[in-house]
């Protein structure tokens, strides 16, 4: 390793607004921070980095995408050419049992889960699109760069982030190919990380942005692409399901969407507040997609993109407090999604265009690195408040009350919040336990059998990883940071039988016996970024980091 001596110091750039993250949020945070500029006729220095090696590369979502914040961003994102194809024209619910299914009438749907003038897409094509955009107004997007440190002042404000030495070694040596970070400093730095950013959680950390507010809530959402038969295929159709192959105790439910040229987008998302270690929710996602209801629509076709993403659950009550002097945190990094929707790109949308009307407001009165109030003022009594609070009970009263009766129940609440808007039932449910903390030591939970994966329907984890074509410089330092080893083999490996064999979509972590004793290994270069163990691990003994810009997934339009 270089002593501290040999590291030469970083370049540094210096611009208004530096973003971090080129997903929808942050996106529309630059987007709209050069229109408003290039309306004033003013000079305005924005950048976007991104981890991914090009924009799109590692966003992974459904998607059917509610174009209210495309629209607010791009009235005529139509004639622009958004990639926003099929429009839903079928809309269904189900109930998996393991042998039949239940479809829940849509009059029974409260409003608001109506898809009704809702578009089926992949986000990652519509960040690709954005980012074109962005480009074009004169945006500086930086595709390749991971943000690796926040940079403080000397009064603690944030002052920018710092983009990860390349080329470090293996064991933290300087390699041949060698190159120091980045600087990019700016009056204000927005934090458009998605769910469970790397820098999103030190700073929730170092400026107590939790505070007394619920842990935040997560889903791991697993996602295959299909290309099937053109006799099979139904433009528009949205289906959604609950139930099979999960327990009632289990939360989470699948989705299936036909768009595009023959595609199927087919997902499956389980709520990482599950109790058993042994389940496993990429086998679960795998059986699900032999029921009767879906393995026809799948038959003849074949897979051609597989990947995995942590979603936020928590919602109203889990946002934390979302300003720090110098910056922001906007999209899914402060936990936007509506969770009965599983819709969270338009409100990413929404608060990157009110983080820019706030960042822009406060350049032009002369300020810098101060706290954007008026931003949090917006999220909290604006559109993305309405959408959110409205729905704060439905993750509770199903974590409590199981699937069929917490569907039920949380029906019943949204319907009074339709009915009675602003007023509702007047309680706002708690989330109780962080997800890190539902598990179960192993010998209180079942064992569960898994089939054997066909090759066909199904695959086993790592056909499927090359699926989604990832990629990362093998000769680097692991970026998966196992704080303590021992507590690991004490604690995950001899309490919980290893669930992190079982919840990492991407085989990175085994337990194998060397010379009669278990050890953990890890296999990093597999990793798609997804922050499942970051957030499962039971002991929060996994710091999940980012490797060297450019690796990770080149998910092609998931
Ligand atoms: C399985 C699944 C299904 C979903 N279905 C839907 C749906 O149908 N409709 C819908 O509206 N929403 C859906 N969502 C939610 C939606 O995808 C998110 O709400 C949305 O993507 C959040 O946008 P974001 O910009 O905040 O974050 P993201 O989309 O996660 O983007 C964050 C970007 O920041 C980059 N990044 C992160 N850290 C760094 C760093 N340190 N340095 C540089 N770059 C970094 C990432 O690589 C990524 O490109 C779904 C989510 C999942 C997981
Ligand atoms: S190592 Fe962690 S972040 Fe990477 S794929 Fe596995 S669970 Fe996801």
């Known amino acids: 390793m270089a002593s501290e001596a040999e590291i030469p110091a ?7 607004v530096v973003v971090v993250g080129a997903g929808p949020a942050g996106l529309a945070a630059a987007i709209k921070l050069k229109q408003l500029a290039n309306a004033a006729g003013s000079e305005l220095s924005v950048v976007v980095i991104e981890k991914g090696s090009e924009v799109g590369a590692h966003i992974l979502s459904g998607a059917v995408i509610d174009p209210i914040g495309l629209t607010a961003l791009f009235p005529d ?43 089926i897409a992949s986000l990652g094509n519509v960040c690709k699109w954005l980012g074109e955009q962005a480009s074009e107004l004169g945006v500086e997007v930086f595709p390749g760069f991971a943000a690796a440190e926040v940079l403080y002042d000397e009064k603690g404000a944030v002052v920018g982030v710092a983009t990860g030495d390349m080329g470090v070694g293996r064991n933290g040596e300087m390699t041949d ?24 959680k030190q700073l929730i950390a170092k400026f107590g942005l939790d505070k007394g507010r619920q842990p935040q809530k997560y889903g791991i959402g697993l996602k295959e692409l299909w290309e099937v038969p053109a006799e099979s295929h139904k433009p528009g159709l949205v289906q959604h399901t609950l139930g099979w192959p999960l327990d009632n105790g289990t939360g989470g439910g699948s989705f299936l969407y036909h768009y595009g040229d023959n595609l199927v987008s087919v997902g499956f998302v389980v709520h990482l507040n599950y109790t058993n270690p042994w389940l496993s929710p990429y086998q679960e996602f795998q059986r699900f997609k032999t029921h009767d209801l879906i393995a026809p629509t799948l038959a003849g076709g074949k897979r051609i993109a597989y990947g995995a993403r942590a979603i936020t659950e928590g919602g109203w009550q889990s946002i934390p407090k979302l300003t720090f002097p110098g910056g922001a945190l906007v999209g899914c990094a402060a936990g936007f999604v509506n969770v009965p929707r599983i819709k969270g790109s338009h409100n990413a949308i929404l608060s990157g265009i009110a983080v820019a009307e706030a960042a822009f407001a406060a350049i032009g009165a002369g300020r810098a690195q101060d706290e954007l109030t008026a931003y949090s003022d917006s999220v909290m009594s604006g559109p993305i408040a309405r959408d959110l609070k409205r729905v704060r009970n439905a993750k509770p009263l199903l974590s409590k009350f199981g699937t069929a009766l917490g569907t039920a129940l949380s029906g019943a609440d949204m319907w009074a919040n339709t009915i009675l808007p602003g007023i509702g039932l007047g309680y706002t449910l708690k989330h109780g336990k962080p997800d890190h903390a539902s598990l179960k030591p192993a010998h209180l939970a079942p064992r569960i059998d898994y089939p054997k994966p066909d090759g066909v329907l199904t695959f086993d984890r790592l056909t499927n990883v090359s699926f989604s074509a990832t990629n990362h410089e093998e000769d680097q330092p692991v970026h998966l940071k196992v704080k303590d080893m021992a507590l690991q083999k004490e604690s995950e490996h001899d309490v919980f039988a290893g669930p992190s064999g079982r919840y990492c979509p991407a085989a990175v972590y085994e337990w194998v016996e060397d010379g009669g004793t278990p050890k953990f290994v890890i296999n990093a270069q597999n990793c798609v970024h997804c922050k499942t163990c970051d957030i499962k691990d039971p002991n929060q003994n996994i710091n999940w980091t980012v490797p060297e810009g450019g690796g990770g997934p080149n998910y092609p339009g998931l």
């Open 77 to 119: 994102w139509k004639e622009k050419g958004a990639p926003l194809e099929t429009e839903v024209t079928d809309d269904r619910f189900y109930y998996l049992g393991p042998a039949g299914v239940i479809r829940l009438p849509n009059m029974m749907m409260p409003p608001l889960m109506n898809n009704h003038g809702n578009y």
């Open 10 to 16: 970083r370049d540094a750039m210096e611009f208004d």
């Open 177 to 200: 190919r060698y190159q120091r970070g980045m600087e990019l400093r700016g009056k204000y730095t927005v934090i458009a990380e998605g769910a469970r950013g790397s820098l999103s």
